[in-house]
């Protein structure tokens, strides 16, 4: 009995990953990102930064807590640090008017489009960090919001570089 229950949590909390993205994330981060304004930002374009993708939406509680947290590090590591907030499940006016509510945001963000990014990293859960180092190659993926590991990382691939 006490061998089917370990199975059956071990079954569970596969399912639960698998859900929520953790074993899905793929490595090849996308290599273009079109911003709210309609501009184009190139990942090649920020080789040499650490670029913080963080996906979120307006519903997500957590994702709408993550986002003072964010600029603060944005702030902190200004000249080595690139967020972009990627919202590919709100339509641009309500992405817009969020914006226009918080004020003050100095990260760049990137709306619904054709292509949308969280499908193609098989994003499944909120908020989801996905951080790149300065070669353009994905360090590390956080699931839900630590800001305590997501700036130990940031923190740690700019020491790295600089070394």
Known sequence: MRQLFKYTVLLF?????QQTGIAQTSTNPPKEFVLNNGKTIQLN???GKVVLLDFWYRGCLPCLKATPVLM??????KNDLVII??????????????YAY????HYFS???????????????????FIIINQKGEIA??????????????IKKLIKENKS
Do not use: C, M
């Open 110 to 128: 990137t709306y619904k489009t054709e292509t949308d990014i969280s499908k193609i990293l098989k994003i499944n859960a909120f908020p989801t």
């Open 85 to 98: 907030g990627i919202n590919d499940r709100d339509d641009k006016e309500d992405i817009s008017d969020y």
């Open 13 to 17: 909390t596969f399912v639960f990953l």
């Open 45 to 47: 374009d920020l080789k």
């Open 140 to 153: 590390k993926t956080e699931i839900g919001f630590d800001k305590g590991n997501i700036r130990k990382t």
């Open 72 to 77: 603060k590090l944005q702030e902190e590591f």
């Open 102 to 105: 918080k004020k003050n945001i």
